[in-house]
C-alpha cells in the first residue's frame, strides 16, 4: 500500500483578499508561514514521508520546505502539481472578473466543468496533468508514504480524478489553506481516508 498525502499550501496575501492566483508566484504572507509549520508537526506525529513533492510556485516550496525539515528531507519540484492558469483572470478580483465576462464566471461557478479561462488553460486538460503527477509519484514510491504540496484548484481536480468524481464535485470539495487529504493506493486504485483535514491549525 502506498500512501499519498496531499495538502494545500498556507495563505498568502491574494488568498486573505480574495484575487485569483493560479501560477502568479504568490508567496507566503506571515499567517501562512505559520500555518505550514503547524501542518508540518501534525505530519510528524503520524508519518514518515519517504519524500516530499512541490509544486514549483514558492508558496507551496515553502510550505513543502517547512514539512521536509520535519524528516530531514529535500523538496522535490514537480511541474504537474503546480495551479491552473488563469489567464486574463489572473490577478483580478471576482467581483472584476464578473464584471468583465459575466456569462463565463457565472458557468465557474455554477458548472465548471470543461471551462477553459481566457488566456489561460482548461480544467479538464489540468486535471490530467495532475493525475498524471500523482501516478508517476506512486509509482516512484512503491509502499512508502509521501506528501505532494499542491493547490486549491488542482487538488481539487486531483481528488476528482482519484476518486472518479465529475465535474459537479468541484465546488463541493473544500480545499483551505494547508489542509491535509490522505489517500492509500491499492490493487490499482486510490481510496480517500482523510479529506481537508484542518484541525492542527486550531493551535494556532
Not at 498568502?12 to 505559520?34: C, H, M, Q, Y
Not at 486549491?152 to 476528482?160: A, E, P
Request: charged content about 25%; proline content about 4%.
Amino acid at each position: 500500500m502506498t500512501r499519498i498525502i496531499l495538502v494545500r499550501h498556507g495563505e498568502t496575501e491574494w488568498n486573505r483578499v480574495e484575487r485569483f492566483r493560479g501560477s502568479a508566484d504568490i508567496p507566503l504572507n506571515e499567517n501562512g508561514l505559520k500555518q505550514a509549520e503547524l501542518l508540518a508537526r501534525r505530519l510528524a506525529a503520524s508519518w514518515k514521508p519517504a519524500a516530499v513533492y512541490s509544486s514549483p510556485l514558492s508558496r507551496s516550496v515553502r510550505t513543502g520546505e517547512a514539512i521536509a525539515a520535519q524528516f530531514g528531507l529535500d523538496v522535490r519540484v514537480h511541474p504537474g502539481l503546480s495551479d491552473i492558469d488563469y489567464g486574463q483572470w489572473q490577478g483580478l478580483t471576482p467581483e472584476e472578473v464578473r464584471a468583465r465576462w459575466p456569462e463565463l464566471y457565472q458557468r465557474w461557478l455554477s458548472d465548471p466543468s470543461g471551462l477553459h479561462f481566457p488566456g489561460g488553460e482548461s480544467l479538464d486538460e489540468r486535471q490530467r496533468i495532475g493525475v498524471r503527477a500523482i501516478e508517476e509519484i506512486v509509482a516512484t514510491h512503491p509502499g512508502e508514504t509521501v506528501v505532494a504540496v499542491g493547490h486549491t484548484v488542482i487538488n481539487r481536480l486531483i481528488i476528482m480524478g482519484l476518486l472518479g468524481l465529475d465535474g459537479s464535485y468541484f465546488w463541493r470539495l473544500r480545499q483551505d489553506n494547508c489542509a491535509l487529504n490522505v489517500f492509500e493506493y491499492r490493487d490499482g486504485r486510490f481510496v480517500a481516508v482523510t479529506l481537508n483535514e484542518t484541525g492542527h491549525l486550531l493551535n494556532y
